[in-house]
């Protein structure tokens, strides 16, 4: 890593830390201002499948149907805002940003609504669908390296040539307070819809990336509420955590890991934002990619909502610890819905596997008529739907006379599958399962 983009990365743009009733002036007035003027209210609804899942009552903030799909475009009107104020006015700024996802449609999103210009800058192999996303809103694309960190290193190059304006994704003041918006705005929100008291909020649960979105709800809900945050991060990029046990702001020591969770996949957590949680944040929770998938899929099937895997974190954690919310007042957040549709799909067949609703089946058949006969008999007996079968003579280790069946089956969960293997096992089949 360059010292320049060391430099950027460790910076802190901004205020010190203040004492968060001082900020809710600010944090009122970024609102009003600046974010609610360019976009509406994301939605607040009750969760009837997570609130029965707990024995909590249990609401969905909507970030995933702000504009661009997520909740980044908060923090980059606020930035963006105070830059052009800076400045009197004048709209004839630059600024730019980094990213492959939902910074660069948020910063491109704020820069054409607030009149300037936007330089955003990607690695090549960043998502055709996001890049054109970026693109339709005005902004200029810069395709840079093979990774993130090289794009970064290509912007700060620029914001120093061009004198531009280089927007952290997380780790700046007025990014913060921006995104605190989201918090403040879901506390207004609950006590229209549930008729409590304003701040009668038990958590406040978010996704953990670089710690914007969490070191500004932290900030609410500390000067507004009795209530508290919870962090989620994927549990190969748990900077966050392993900061707040180390009492010091510390990167990831893994090597990098692919996730469905690419949203959150920061390896360093912001100073700022570190500063920020390590007062306010109650506690930080991991999750794995299988959690997320279930919750992915979870909030397609009971909520008809989509949630890309970050955004998706929060609902995780709750499935992952539903006891941890039993009685709470809780308000997870969707974060972001920008999921390619491709990955989506996959999501859909890995959610189905990782829930119980399908089964992949090797089992040994008797190669004589009514072999085959006799197996889909006893797996019709048990309700198992057969969604594929493969007949395998040629490749088969099994005995001669004998042969190999790979099923796929439909099931109504795990205990259902256990069901089927366990007569399958009686009926001598011999299943081995397959992953």
């Known amino acids: 890593m360059s010292p320049e983009l060391l430099k950027f990365l460790n910076f802190v743009e901004g205020k010190p830390f203040e004492n968060p009733k001082e900020l809710m002036d600010e944090i009122r007035d970024a609102y009003a201002a600046v974010v609610s003027q360019y976009m509406q209210r994301s939605p607040l609804r009750r969760s009837v499948w997570l609130s029965e899942l ?14 661009n799909g997520s909740f980044k475009v908060r923090g980059a009107l606020y930035a963006i805002s105070n830059i052009i104020k800076k400045h009197k006015g004048n709209k004839k700024v630059k600024v730019c940003a980094a ?13 054409k609504h607030l009149g300037c210009e936007a330089h955003i800058f990607l690695p090549k192999n960043a998502p055709l669908v996001k890049r054109d996303a970026t693109e339709k809103l005005g902004a200029k694309i810069y395709l840079h390296g093979e990774n993130l960190e090289q794009a970064f290193e290509a912007a700060v190059t620029f914001a120093k040539k061009e004198n531009a304006y280089l927007i952290h994704p997380y780790n700046n003041y007025d990014i913060i307070i921006g995104q605190a918006s989201c918090a403040y705005e879901a506390l207004i929100q609950l006590a229209e819809f549930s008729k409590k008291p304003y701040g009668e909020l038990d958590y406040f649960v978010c996704s953990v990336g670089g710690g914007g979105l969490a070191a500004g709800a932290a900030l609410v809900l500390k000067a507004e509420s009795k209530g508290n945050v919870i962090g989620v ?3 190969y990029y748990d900077s966050a955590l392993k900061s707040f046990q180390n009492k010091s702001q510390t990167a990831i020591n893994k090597p990098p890991h692919k996730t469905i969770a690419d949203g959150i996949a920061v390896s360093l957590i912001g100073n700022l934002n570190y500063n920020y949680m390590t007062r306010y944040v109650e506690n930080l929770s991991l999750v794995t990619d299988d959690s997320i998938v279930k919750a992915i899929l979870g909030l397609f099937e009971q909520e008809r909502l989509v949630a890309e895997g970050a955004g998706a974190a929060a609902v995780a954690d709750i499935l992952k610890r539903p006891d941890y919310y039993e009685g709470k007042t809780v308000v997870a957040c969707v974060s972001g819905g920008n999921i390619d549709p491709q990955l989506m799909s996959r999501v859909i067949t890995r959610g189905l596997n990782v829930t119980g609703r399908v089964l992949r089946v090797t089992v040994c058949v008797s190669d004589r008529p009514g072999g085959l006969k006799s197996l889909l008999e006893c797996v019709a007996a048990l309700e198992g739907n057969v969604l594929d079968l493969i007949h395998d003579r040629t490749y088969s280790e099994v005995s001669v006379g004998d042969v190999d069946v790979e099923l796929s089956l439909e099931t109504r969960n795990s205990e259902h599958q256990y069901s089927l293997l366990e007569k399958l096992e009686e009926a001598g089949f011999k299943p081995r399962m397959r992953h």
């Open 99 to 111: 990213s492959a996802g939902n910074h660069a449609q948020g910063v491109a999103f704020a820069a």
């Open 54 to 67: 707990t024995g909590g009552d249990i609401w969905l903030k909507l970030e995933s149907l702000n504009p």
């Open 233 to 235: 991060e994927q549990e």
